[in-house]
């Protein structure tokens, strides 16, 4: 069947015609008009997601390079700061270099140069502190603040951390843009020093002679240290109408001796040359603490090589003044001279002196007479017996002179007579300088009497055998047989398993020499020490292995020579239902200067139900880390009883316990280094309820600091704990350790100085320091009394090893054979002269007793038959053993020593200008400065890589974004040449539908009209 085309069917196909031809003019317009080739995704969804993808790959691209730019300003600064250090310190490098060959004559101040070089290192800290928009280039992630400030010690000190900016430079590449400040100043030197304990502000050293060997690296040098005017005359005030009466003892009393501050001391050993300048090779300075009222000395490597010290007495015989006796009379009547004479004095290089006498002169009458001629000095001995004579004595030291008598003279006096000479007693036995404050890095044992047995009945069960080790040489002495052995056999015995690494070397006092006519029974016999230390100047470390196998098995312990702290398995972790039972404990480790915190869990050191001391080794090696020689700093060696700890370097090492970190538990400690027995200080255990029965005070000491502690009546011992944290704030480290907070039982209390000097803890008043078991002194007999001294006449003191014995007739001015209480008075004095107030020191309490303290922490015992009194002082240690201290103390064997980066480097650079140690200088330290320039240059071949990377970086991103762009263009845009063609064809195909619909159309509508 045929279909039939309708007028309507033409005119909609004509019209739809028109409409698409129109549409397509409309869309070329369109694309003129706007640029684009599509006006919504459905025009062309492929091409517009294209074009969408582009679009962002643009958008991209364009932050990248802003990221390029941002980077390039970031590293092209950077490289003008290191540049300018490069500068400073070729420049620093150009004055060492200067200064270590003699290229600057000796009329060069170096003073000068050294202010040059500090002047330079602030330079560095400057450019150090380089900023770009606010943002410091070598602070790390801490952008905002200047990485490198003055800390309060003084130091340059790094506060940025060590994270990198970092910028994305394509899509998921993201590359480092900053250096941070430990990378460009690295801790890669070593910095050795000593820093003494603290003393008191008004500290004054009245010790005898004595020469210091420091060593630093392979060179030595020594300074001697001299007593500082010691005038043998007597203690008392008592005065024969011309002054002071002397005694002539070789005795050190009262009044008798000046001393040096600390800054005399840090002057005498900086300006020494007479045995090597010690200038060139250490910085010797006092540090002060004026609110504190403490000082402390602090003896400097210029180098980053070791420094290590070894005190010897002065052994060189020094003459004090000469004397002679004159003759026994009976002074019974008294005497008096039975007629006129003359004593003839003569000088070797002066002109002879007469001293004229008359009949009827008593013995204190010539005595007078004598000591009105200048030079001489005269005393009576005996008097008031039958066998006392006239001593007469030479004021200049050294100066001999001869008598002749005659007339009624001849009755005191021989015809003929010539005086004696004296030498200074040199007394080993009392504390050397640089123990005193902390300093000696040799190890010392203390002193054993001449030839007497240190080890005796050897045996398997009773062996003596220890662990000797400096850096990487290690030897191990077992004596298990063999007769009994002196400090000689011993020291033999090291020398033969060590060889030549160590030097060991036995010190012999030959005691005091007395004379009964001027010391009485004042005495010290003959002691020895033995003395170890490496020869290449390195720690020496010491321990005891088998310190549970009898008396000789703690040996080194007891002679003072072991550097290790022994502890053993036991006690347990706190518990209690409030205390969080994962919550840790803390302890400190303090190694040298250094302290780290150490945490606890009871799940990582309790085996058993006890704590392990071999965990707690291992988590105290694992979190304090290792030093500059890649060694664990606290070591450990198996003993037969537990452990044996020491620091690796020789610093002194140190343990602790903190408090919980729980406010609710902040006056606990978990008491981990008290369990163990290696918490360093004194302690006591007690039952919880032991109180205080009445009101007093106790007294605190260490090296440098003291406080008085107020107890009230039912105080606790806790109540205690909390009064000394208050008072005595953070010189003091105080652990107050309750094993069971539920229920009552034991309590304990561990109290150390912070500075590592012992404490010395004695009653003002109370007796609460007895009480609590915190003492560590004696209390003695009441000096308000009178004393019989007729029978017994001394008072024995045993500390560090040696006896001393006070002849107490020297307080007996007035011959009586009694001591009154203005007389005992001094006997505090006296004790503190003859033993410097160091090994002993004695002072009055509150009560007017006697009260024996010893200031480094000895056990020691006193014996006074007179005043009915003998006793040995407490031991307070945690630790078991047979310790000469009454403590657990640490010991010094070697340098505090600490990484510093260049501006540390500056500081020994600095301090060996101002020294002139040109050696040190062109040896060492010139090394270290091309060390560091070589990080430099390390640094900016970093910075110019980074640099190159992103500028090549750069430029591929401009030619992609070109390509983007043009592909873009293809993708997106508009060709306006062919848009104008297709324009202008879409309006003549238009134009032409619009001609052919008027053609048809209209006739159409004309005949539908007919």
Known sequence: MANRVTNSMMQNLFLGDMHNNLQRLLDQQRQITTGKKYGRPSDNPVDVVRQVALETSLRENSQYQRNMDDALTWLSNTDTALNQITDVTHRIRELVIKAGNGSYDAGTDMAAIAQEIEELKEEIRNTANYSVEGRYLLAGLATANPPFVF???????????????????????????????????????????????????????????????????????????????????????????????????????????????????????????????????????????????????????????????????????????????????????????????????????????????????????????????????????????????????????????????????????????????????????????????????????????????????????????????????????????????????????????????????????????????????????????????????????????????????????????????????????????????????????????????????????????????????????????????????????????????????????????????????????????????????????????????????????????????????????????????????????????????DNAGNVSLTLAARDGSPLAIYDGSGGNAQAFGLSTGLTGPDLSAVVDISTDHTITFEVAGYEHTIDLRQLDLDGSGFLEPGELEELPRLINARFQGQDLRASVDDDGRLVLVSPKGYDFTVDAPAMAWSASSPNRSAQAGGSPYGQTVAVRSGPDQKGTDFFGLLDQVADAMRGEDREGLSHSLLGEVDSFLDNLLRSRTQVGALTRRYKTSQARLVTNATNTTDLYGKVAETDLAEASVNLMMSQAVYEASLAVIARIVQPTLVDFLR
């Open 151 to 741: 800390g309060a010690d003084g130091e340059i000190q790094y506060v940025g951390n060590e994270g990198k900016v970092r910028f994305e430079m394509e899509r998921s590449v993201v590359s480092n843009v900053s250096l941070h400040g430990r990378e460009v100043f690295p801790v890669s030197h070593q910095a050795y020093s000593i820093t003494g304990v603290e003393v008191p502000l008004d500290f004054i050293w009245q010790g005898r002679d004595e020469i210091i060997q420091i060593r630093v690296g392979d060179r030595t040098a020594k300074v001697r240290i001299p007593e500082r005017e010691w005038v043998d005359d007597d203690f008392s005030t008592a005065t024969d109408g011309a002054g002071v009466i002397p005694d002539q003892n070789r005795f050190r009393d009262p009044g008798e001796m000046d001393g040096y501050s600390l800054d005399d001391i840090a002057e005498i050993i900086n300006s020494s040359l007479s045995m090597g300048d010690v200038g060139r090779l250490v910085t010797v300075e006092v540090l002060k603490d004026e609110a504190a009222g403490t000082q402390r000395l602090q003896i400097r490597s210029h180098t980053g090589e070791p420094v290590s010290l070894t005190t010897w007495q002065e052994t060189d015989p020094q003459g004090m003044s000469q004397m002679i006796a004159l003759e026994a009379v009976d002074d019974t009547g008294p005497f008096a001279l039975s007629a006129d004479g003359t004593l003839n004095f003569v000088f070797e290089d002066g002109a002879p002196i007469t001293v004229n006498l008359a009949a009827g002169d008593s013995l204190d009458d010539v005595a007078q007479k004598i000591s009105s001629v200048e030079g001489l000095k005269a005393r009576v001995d005996g008097a008031g017996t039958a066998g006392a004579r006239l001593l007469v004595f030479g004021t200049d030291p050294g100066q001999a002179f001869s008598l002749t008598a005659g007339g009624g003279a001849l009755d005191v006096a021989p015809e003929n007579a010539a005086s004696k000479p004296f030498e200074k007693a040199y007394d080993l036995s009392h504390i050397d300088l640089m123990t005193r404050l902390g300093l000696e890095t040799s190890v010392r044992s203390v002193e054993v009497a001449a030839g007497s047995p240190v080890a005796t009945a050897l045996g398997d069960a009773n062996a003596v055998h220890w662990y000797v080790e400096s850096g990487g040489k290690k030897a191990e002495l077992l004596i298990n047989s063999g007769p009994d052995l002196t400090l000689d056999d011993v020291a033999h015995q090291i020398r033969a398993v060590a060889g030549e690494w160590l030097e060991v070397v036995v010190q012999t006092d030959e005691g005091d020499v007395t004379n009964p006519l001027t010391s009485g029974d004042n005495a010290e016999g003959s002691t020895q020490r033995l003395i170890l230390r490496a020869r290449d100047g390195g720690a020496v470390n010491v321990v005891d292995l088998a310190p549970d196998n009898g008396a000789n098995g703690s040996l080194a312990q007891a002679m003072g020579l072991s550097t290790a702290v022994y502890g053993t398995s036991g006690g347990t972790f706190p518990v209690g239902t409030t205390l969080d039972s994962r919550m840790p404990g803390y302890m400190n480790v303090t190694v040298g200067e250094k302290e780290y915190t150490v945490s606890l869990f009871p799940e990582d050191i309790v085996t058993a139900g006890q704590i392990d001391v071999a965990k707690v080794a291992r988590q105290i090696q694992q979190q304090v880390g290792v030093g500059a020689d890649g060694q664990p700093l606290v070591q450990f060696r198996e003993t037969s009883t537990g452990l044996a700890f020491y620091a690796s370097t020789g610093e002194p090492l140190r343990f602790v316990d903190r408090p919980f970190g729980d406010p609710a538990f902040s006056g606990y400690s978990a008491g981990v280094a008290h369990s163990l027995g290696i918490a360093t200080g004194l302690s006591t255990t007690l039952p919880e309820a032991t109180a205080a029965a009445a009101a007093g005070s106790i007294r605190i000491e260490s090296s440098g600091r003291a406080i008085d502690i107020p107890v009230a009546a039912g105080d606790t011992l806790q109540d205690l704990a909390g009064k000394i944290r208050k008072y005595a704030g953070s010189w003091l480290d105080v652990a107050y350790i309750d094993g069971d907070l």
